[in-house]
C-alpha cells in the first residue's frame, strides 16, 4: 500500500484498526443500543524521518485514529505495530517506557498547558517522569527552549504570559524533551494566527531535518499539509479515501471527495479563485453511527448524483469500494475513479 | 446584473418588502461611509484603543473586504458601525447612512435601521439563533420586526427565503429548531434572516471561519446569492486571505486597530506595498505550489494599550528604520490613486517577493545541532541497550 522508499525503515504500521464508542440507552441498564464507528478499517504506514498527513474535516475520524496509535484510546480492533511491536497489545510498564519514543502535540496551546506550572517546569515534567531529569536537567531545558525559538530566561513564567504561537512552541518543546521518534501532531497549528503559524511549520520542518523526527501530521487544512507532508491519507467518515504523495494526490485527485475538498478551499489569488472549477458536495455529513451502506460518500458524491447511471449507482450502494490502485497512480476507494488536475 | 436579480426578487412577493422607492441610488453610489472611527475600552491597565480612526467607504453592490489577524480590530470595527458595542466603549468619528449619521441616532431609530437597512450575520450561527424557536419562526420575526404583515404572510416569506439560500425542502425545515440543523444549515438560515428585510448593506463578520471547507464553499455562494438577490453592498470580515481573494471587491488590511493597506483585490495580493500584507501573503502555505519555504513575520502583534508612538508594525517590520518610530505613518496613495498604504517605504517593495524582504529563519541553530548531536549520542547509548 505505501511506497517506502529503498533504504529507510518503517517506523509504524497501522493495520485494519477500527474504533467504535457505544452508545448507550437511558435508565439503569444503560445497554449499548449502537456504536459510533469513529474509525472503520484504517491502515497506513510512516517510515522514519517521514512526515505522513492524515486530512479530513470534522468527524472524520483523523484525531481518534491519532489517539489510537498513541494507544491513549485502546482500539476495537485492528493492530498498531510500532518497531514491529502491536501497542494494542502490550502491558502498560511496556507502554510507559515506549511513551518516550511517542509524544504528541496538542491543538490548543491554551488548554494543553498546566496554568499553575512555570515553562521550566512543563519543560521538565516529562523528563522527570521518566527519571531523566539529572544534573543536566536544567541545561538540557534551557537548550530545549533555545531550540523551539523561546528565550530561555522566560522559563519562570507562565504559560499565560505567552501568546499563542509561543505557547505552542512550549508543547513542541515538552514534546521533544524525551526525543521522541514519532511526534503526532494534532492540528498543531490550527488555532494560530498565519503569520505565526508560519513560524511554527518552519520549526517544524527543521527540527525533523535536525533530529530525523517521524510527524503523523493530523489537520483540517490541506494547504498546511500540502506544505509539510511527504504523502497524504484523506479520511471521510472513519475511513482513508485516498493516499498518495503529496505531489501525485495534488497533481490528479482521483476520489471524489478529495477533488471537492480541493476545490473548495480558497488560493489566496484573485484571478485564479475566481477562475477555477468547483466540485461542490451537497448536503451534511451522515450520522457515523448509521453510516450509508456501500460507498459512504456516495450521499454526497457529486459523481454519484451527476454522472453516473443508475447501474453504476448500484454498484456504489451495494458494494464498499476498496482503497486499492486503481490505474491512477495511487490507492483510490471509489469504484469510478478518475484523476482531474484541478490546481 | 444585479439590478434585475433585485427587481426580479421584489416583483415576485406579493407584498412590497423594499424600502421606500428612491432610497436606493445607483450602483456606484457610497451606501455607507465610515469616518475617524475611534474605539476605546477601558480596562484596568489603561485605555484598549481596539480602533484608531477608520475611514471607509463603501459603495452599493460591492463587497468590501476587511482582513486582519486576532485583535486587528475588524470585528470591533463593524460593532461599532452596528451599534452593538457595550455602553463602556468611547466611540468617536462618523457612520454616514442614507444621509444620516448612525452614532447620533437614537436606540428607536438605531433599531429601525438594523436588520432593515444594515444586516449583520456573525460567525456563531448558534449564539445567533434562539434555540427556543423555530428557525422559520425567526426569520418570520425578522420580517415582522420591520413590516406590518400578517404572521401567514410573514411565514411564507420565510419558506421563500429558506428556498433561496438553497435548504433542501424548506416548507418542513421551517419548523425544526436549530439544533436539529447542521452548522452549514443554520449559517444559512442566518443568511435568510438577514435578506429577510432586503437590506442595503450585509456586514458578515468571519460568517464561515467555524465551518468546515467543504460546507464553507456552500455558504460563501449563498452569502453571493444573498448578495446578488438583495442588491446589497457587504462587508465581509475574516481572516482568510483566500476567501477574500475569491469574494472581496476591495480589500483592507487592518494592524493594531488601523487600516494599513487598501486597494483592489488585485492590487493587495499581487502587488502589496505594505511589509505586513506582504509578510501575510508569505505566511500562507499554498495549496496550488509546490512547498517552499516560509517566511514567516518575526515577533507578535502589540498590545493595544500605550501603544509607543511610531509604526505599530515597526518592531517585526525589515524595512524598518528610525523614522518608523518617531511618528506613525499615515494612510496615503501608492501606486494606484485608490490603492493606499500605511508605510514611508511602500514604493521599496515594488517587484518584491516576501522572501525578499522576510528571513525564513526561525529556530536557534545552534541549538537545534547541540541537540541533535545529544541526541545522537541518546541513541547511541539506547542503540547498545536494546541490543
Same mark, same amino acid.
Given at each position: 500500500?505505501?511506497?517506502?522508499?529503498?533504504?529507510?525503515?518503517?517506523?509504524?504500521?497501522?493495520?485494519?484498526?477500527?474504533?467504535?464508542?457505544?452508545?448507550?440507552?437511558?435508565?439503569?441498564?444503560?445497554?449499548?443500543?449502537?456504536?459510533?464507528?469513529?474509525?472503520?478499517?484504517?491502515?497506513?504506514?510512516?517510515?522514519?524521518?517521514?512526515?505522513?498527513?492524515?486530512?479530513?474535516?470534522?468527524?472524520?475520524?483523523?484525531?481518534?485514529?491519532?489517539?489510537?496509535?498513541?494507544?491513549?484510546?485502546?482500539?476495537?480492533?485492528?493492530?498498531?505495530?510500532?518497531?514491529?511491536?502491536?501497542?494494542?497489545?502490550?502491558?502498560?510498564?511496556?507502554?510507559?517506557?515506549?511513551?518516550?519514543?511517542?509524544?504528541?502535540?496538542?491543538?490548543?496551546?491554551?488548554?494543553?498547558?498546566?496554568?499553575?506550572?512555570?515553562?521550566?517546569?512543563?519543560?521538565?515534567?516529562?523528563?522527570?517522569?521518566?527519571?531523566?531529569?539529572?544534573? =543536566?536537567?536544567?541545561? %538540557?531545558?534551557?537548550? $530545549?527552549?533555545?531550540?523551539?525559538? !523561546?528565550?530561555? +530566561?522566560? @522559563?519562570?513564567? &507562565?504559560?499565560?504570559?505567552?501568546?499563542?504561537?509561543?505557547?505552542?512552541?512550549?508543547?513542541?518543546?515538552?514534546?521533544?524533551?524525551?526525543?521522541?521518534?514519532?511526534?503526532?501532531?494534532?492540528?498543531?497549528?490550527?488555532?494560530? =494566527?498565519?503569520?505565526? %503559524?508560519?513560524?511554527? $511549520?518552519?520549526?517544524?520542518?527543521? !527540527?525533523?531535518? +535536525?533530529? @530525523?523526527?517521524? &510527524?503523523?501530521?493530523?489537520?483540517?487544512?490541506?494547504?498546511?499539509?500540502?506544505?509539510?507532508?511527504?504523502?497524504?491519507?484523506?479520511?471521510?467518515?472513519?475511513?482513508?479515501?485516498?493516499?498518495?504523495?503529496?505531489?501525485?494526490?495534488?497533481?490528479?485527485?482521483?476520489?471524489?471527495?478529495?477533488?471537492?475538498?480541493?476545490?473548495?478551499?480558497?488560493?489566496?489569488?484573485?484571478?485564479?479563485?475566481?477562475?477555477?472549477?468547483?466540485?461542490?458536495?451537497?448536503?451534511?455529513?451522515?450520522?457515523?453511527?448509521?453510516?450509508?451502506?456501500?460507498?459512504?460518500?456516495?450521499?454526497?458524491?457529486?459523481?454519484?448524483?451527476?454522472?453516473?447511471?443508475?447501474?453504476?449507482?448500484?454498484?456504489?450502494?451495494?458494494?464498499?469500494?476498496?482503497?486499492?490502485?486503481?490505474?491512477?497512480?495511487?490507492?483510490?476507494?471509489?469504484?469510478?475513479?478518475?484523476?482531474?488536475?484541478?490546481? | 446584473?444585479?439590478?434585475?436579480?433585485?427587481?426580479?426578487?421584489?416583483?415576485?412577493?406579493?407584498?412590497?418588502?423594499?424600502?421606500?422607492?428612491?432610497?436606493?441610488?445607483?450602483?456606484?453610489?457610497?451606501?455607507?461611509?465610515?469616518?475617524?472611527?475611534?474605539?476605546?475600552?477601558?480596562?484596568?491597565?489603561?485605555?484598549?484603543?481596539?480602533?484608531?480612526?477608520?475611514?471607509?467607504?463603501?459603495?452599493?453592490?460591492?463587497?468590501?473586504?476587511?482582513?486582519?489577524?486576532?485583535?486587528?480590530?475588524?470585528?470591533?470595527?463593524?460593532?461599532?458601525?452596528?451599534?452593538?458595542?457595550?455602553?463602556?466603549?468611547?466611540?468617536?468619528?462618523?457612520?454616514?447612512?442614507?444621509?444620516?449619521?448612525?452614532?447620533?441616532?437614537?436606540?428607536?431609530?438605531?433599531?429601525?435601521?438594523?436588520?432593515?437597512?444594515?444586516?449583520?450575520?456573525?460567525?456563531?450561527?448558534?449564539?445567533?439563533?434562539?434555540?427556543?424557536?423555530?428557525?422559520?419562526?425567526?426569520?418570520?420575526?425578522?420580517?415582522?420586526?420591520?413590516?406590518?404583515?400578517?404572521?401567514?404572510?410573514?411565514?411564507?416569506?420565510?419558506?421563500?427565503?429558506?428556498?433561496?439560500?438553497?435548504?433542501?425542502?424548506?416548507?418542513?425545515?421551517?419548523?425544526?429548531?436549530?439544533?436539529?440543523?447542521?452548522?452549514?444549515?443554520?449559517?444559512?438560515?442566518?443568511?435568510?434572516?438577514?435578506?429577510?428585510?432586503?437590506?442595503?448593506?450585509?456586514?458578515?463578520?468571519?460568517?464561515?471561519?467555524?465551518?468546515?471547507?467543504?460546507?464553507?464553499?456552500?455558504?460563501?455562494?449563498?452569502?453571493?446569492?444573498?448578495?446578488?438577490?438583495?442588491?446589497?453592498?457587504?462587508?465581509?470580515?475574516?481572516?482568510?486571505?483566500?476567501?477574500?481573494?475569491?469574494?472581496?471587491?476591495?480589500?483592507?488590511?487592518?494592524?493594531?486597530?488601523?487600516?494599513?493597506?487598501?486597494?483592489?483585490?488585485?492590487?493587495?495580493?499581487?502587488?502589496?506595498?505594505?511589509?505586513?500584507?506582504?509578510?501575510?501573503?508569505?505566511?500562507?502555505?499554498?495549496?496550488?505550489?509546490?512547498?517552499?519555504?516560509?517566511?514567516?513575520?518575526?515577533?507578535?502583534?502589540?498590545?493595544?494599550?500605550?501603544?509607543?508612538?511610531?509604526?505599530?508594525?515597526?518592531?517585526?517590520?525589515?524595512?524598518?528604520?528610525?523614522?518608523?518610530?518617531?511618528?506613525?505613518?499615515?494612510?496615503?496613495?501608492?501606486?494606484?490613486?485608490?490603492?493606499?498604504?500605511?508605510?514611508?517605504?511602500?514604493?521599496?517593495?515594488?517587484?518584491?517577493?516576501?522572501?525578499?524582504?522576510?528571513?525564513?529563519?526561525?529556530?536557534?541553530?545552534?541549538?537545534?545541532?547541540?541537540?541533535?548531536?545529544?541526541?545522537?549520542?541518546?541513541?547511541?547509548?539506547?542503540?547498545?541497550?536494546?541490543?
Amino acid at each position: 500500500m505505501t511506497t517506502v522508499e529503498q533504504g529507510t525503515r518503517t517506523l509504524l504500521s497501522v493495520r485494519n484498526v477500527v474504533k467504535h464508542f457505544p452508545i448507550r440507552s437511558k435508565g439503569l441498564v444503560r445497554r449499548q443500543i449502537g456504536a459510533v464507528q469513529a474509525v472503520s478499517d484504517v491502515s497506513f504506514d510512516l517510515a522514519e524521518g517521514e512526515t505522513l498527513g492524515l486530512v479530513g474535516e470534522s468527524g472524520c475520524g483523523k484525531s481518534t485514529t491519532a489517539r489510537v496509535v498513541l494507544n491513549l484510546l485502546p482500539a476495537t480492533s485492528g493492530e498498531v505495530l510500532y518497531k514491529g511491536r502491536d501497542l494494542t497489545k502490550i502491558g502498560r510498564g511496556d507502554m510507559r517506557a515506549l511513551r518516550r519514543e511517542l509524544q504528541i502535540v496538542f491543538q490548543d496551546p491554551y488548554a494543553s498547558l498546566d496554568p499553575r506550572l512555570p515553562v521550566n517546569e512543563i519543560i521538565a515534567e516529562p523528563l522527570r517522569i521518566h527519571g531523566l531529569y539529572r544534573e =543536566d536537567g536544567r541545561e %538540557q531545558v534551557r537548550r $530545549l527552549m533555545q531550540t523551539v525559538g !523561546l528565550k530561555p +530566561e522566560h @522559563g519562570n513564567r &507562565y504559560a499565560h504570559e505567552f501568546s499563542g504561537g509561543q505557547r505552542q512552541r512550549i508543547g513542541i518543546a515538552r514534546a521533544l524533551a524525551l526525543r521522541p521518534k514519532l511526534l503526532v501532531l494534532d492540528e498543531p497549528v490550527s488555532a494560530l =494566527d498565519v503569520s505565526i %503559524q508560519a513560524g511554527v $511549520l518552519n520549526l517544524l520542518d527543521e !527540527l525533523q531535518t +535536525e533530529l @530525523g523526527l517521524s &510527524y503523523l501530521f493530523v489537520s483540517h487544512d490541506l494547504s498546511v499539509v500540502r506544505h509539510i507532508a511527504d504523502r497524504i491519507a484523506v479520511m471521510y467518515l472513519g475511513s482513508i479515501v485516498e493516499t498518495g504523495t503529496a505531489e501525485e494526490l495534488f497533481a490528479g485527485p482521483a476520489h471524489p471527495y478529495t477533488q471537492a475538498l480541493i476545490s473548495a478551499i480558497p488560493l489566496p489569488d484573485p484571478r485564479k479563485e475566481r477562475a477555477r472549477e468547483r466540485i461542490t458536495v451537497v448536503g451534511d455529513l451522515p450520522s457515523p453511527a448509521d453510516p450509508p451502506s456501500g460507498c459512504r460518500f456516495r450521499t454526497r458524491c457529486p459523481k454519484f448524483a451527476n454522472e453516473l447511471s443508475d447501474a453504476e449507482r448500484t454498484r456504489c450502494v451495494e458494494e464498499p469500494p476498496a482503497l486499492v490502485e486503481r490505474g491512477q497512480g495511487h490507492p483510490v476507494s471509489c469504484h469510478y475513479a478518475e484523476r482531474r488536475a484541478l490546481l | 446584473m444585479t439590478e434585475r436579480a433585485s427587481e426580479k426578487f421584489t416583483a415576485s412577493e406579493e407584498i412590497d418588502l423594499s424600502p421606500a422607492p428612491g432610497a436606493r441610488g445607483a450602483k456606484g453610489d457610497v451606501v455607507l461611509e465610515v469616518s475617524g472611527l475611534d474605539v476605546t475600552f477601558p480596562s484596568a491597565d489603561g485605555p484598549v484603543r481596539a480602533v484608531r480612526g477608520v475611514d471607509y467607504r463603501l459603495h452599493r453592490g460591492e463587497v468590501l473586504g476587511i482582513v486582519g489577524e486576532s485583535g486587528s480590530g475588524k470585528s470591533v470595527t463593524s460593532m461599532a458601525v452596528m451599534r452593538l458595542l457595550p455602553g463602556t466603549a468611547q466611540v468617536k468619528g462618523s457612520v454616514r447612512f442614507d444621509g444620516k449619521d448612525l452614532l447620533t441616532l437614537s436606540e428607536a431609530e438605531m433599531t429601525r435601521i438594523r436588520g432593515s437597512r444594515i444586516a449583520m450575520i456573525f460567525q456563531d450561527p448558534m449564539t445567533s439563533l434562539n434555540p427556543v424557536y423555530t428557525v422559520g419562526a425567526q426569520i418570520a420575526e425578522a420580517v415582522r420586526a420591520h413590516h406590518d404583515v400578517s404572521r401567514q404572510v410573514a411565514m411564507d416569506r420565510a419558506v421563500e427565503l429558506l428556498d433561496r439560500v438553497r435548504i433542501p425542502n424548506a416548507k418542513d425545515r421551517a419548523n425544526s429548531y436549530p439544533h436539529e440543523l447542521s452548522g452549514g444549515m443554520r449559517q444559512r438560515v442566518v443568511i435568510a434572516i438577514a435578506m429577510a428585510n432586503d437590506p442595503d448593506v450585509i456586514i458578515a463578520d468571519e460568517p464561515t471561519t467555524a465551518l468546515d471547507v467543504t460546507v464553507q464553499a456552500q455558504i460563501l455562494e449563498a452569502l453571493a446569492a444573498a448578495q446578488d438577490v438583495t442588491g446589497a453592498a457587504m462587508v465581509l470580515i475574516t481572516h482568510d486571505l483566500g476567501v477574500i481573494a475569491g469574494q472581496a471587491d476591495r480589500v483592507m488590511v487592518m494592524y493594531a486597530g488601523k487600516p494599513v493597506e487598501v486597494g483592489t483585490a488585485e492590487e493587495v495580493f499581487y502587488t502589496p506595498r505594505m511589509p505586513y500584507t506582504l509578510g501575510l501573503l508569505g505566511s500562507l502555505p499554498r495549496l496550488d505550489r509546490p512547498s517552499e519555504r516560509l517566511t514567516p513575520i518575526p515577533g507578535s502583534p502589540p498590545s493595544v494599550v500605550n501603544m509607543p508612538p511610531g509604526c505599530p508594525f515597526g518592531p517585526r517590520c525589515p524595512k524598518h528604520t528610525e523614522r518608523c518610530d518617531e511618528s506613525e505613518p499615515e494612510l496615503r496613495a501608492t501606486t494606484g490613486a485608490g490603492h493606499l498604504a500605511a508605510c514611508h517605504y511602500a514604493e521599496t517593495l515594488e517587484g518584491q517577493e516576501a522572501a525578499d524582504v522576510f528571513d525564513s529563519e526561525v529556530a536557534d541553530h545552534e541549538a537545534l545541532a547541540g541537540l541533535a548531536a545529544a541526541e545522537g549520542a541518546g541513541t547511541g547509548r539506547d542503540g547498545e541497550a536494546r541490543a
